[in-house]
């Protein structure tokens, strides 16, 4: 899914893609979680790190927005035992609005 949007220069297709860091911990022990919440923050912070200097070498990712990438944290347990985060990355690339009469021609 997506949208697309009119960015002064032209029209853009935006596409949100999310990432889900997750790492199971015992969940009657709540320094088990912090600790699995910890190593989730920094794989976050190392996958942000790589997708960013990427972004400026690798064509296929010239269109990441690397403006404002948000991410939560999961609160609680989180599918059977699990914590971590998510963030969401987007994608916006060029597409061609140029009308084309010929093609509503019957």
Same mark, same amino acid.
């Given at each position: 899914? *997506?949208v697309?949007?009119?960015?002064?220069? *032209?029209?853009?297709?935006?596409?949100? +893609? +999310? +990432?889900?860091v997750l !790492? !199971?911990? #015992?969940?009657?022990? @709540?320094?088990?979680?912090?600790?699995?919440?910890y190593?989730?923050r920094?794989?976050?912070k $190392?996958l942000?790190?790589k997708?960013? #200097?990427?972004?400026n070498? =690798? %064509?296929e990712?010239?269109?990441?927005? !690397?403006s404002?990438? %948000?991410?939560?944290?999961? %609160?609680? @347990?989180?599918?059977?035992?699990?914590? *971590?985060?998510?963030?969401?990355?987007?994608i916006?690339? %060029? =597409?061609?609005? +140029?009308?084309?009469a010929?093609?509503?021609? $019957?």
């Amino acid at each position: 899914d *997506g949208v697309t949007i009119n960015r002064g220069s *032209g029209y853009f297709n935006r596409r949100a +893609v +999310v +990432v889900y860091v997750l !790492k !199971k911990y #015992k969940s009657t022990d @709540m320094l088990s979680r912090e600790t699995a919440l910890y190593e989730c923050r920094g794989i976050h912070k $190392s996958l942000l790190t790589k997708l960013i #200097k990427d972004s400026n070498e =690798v %064509p296929e990712l010239q269109f990441l927005d !690397k403006s404002r990438i %948000p991410y939560h944290e999961l %609160p609680g @347990m989180f599918a059977a035992g699990t914590t *971590g985060l998510y963030f969401i990355i987007t994608i916006e690339e %060029p =597409v061609n609005l +140029v009308y084309n009469a010929a093609e509503w021609e $019957s």
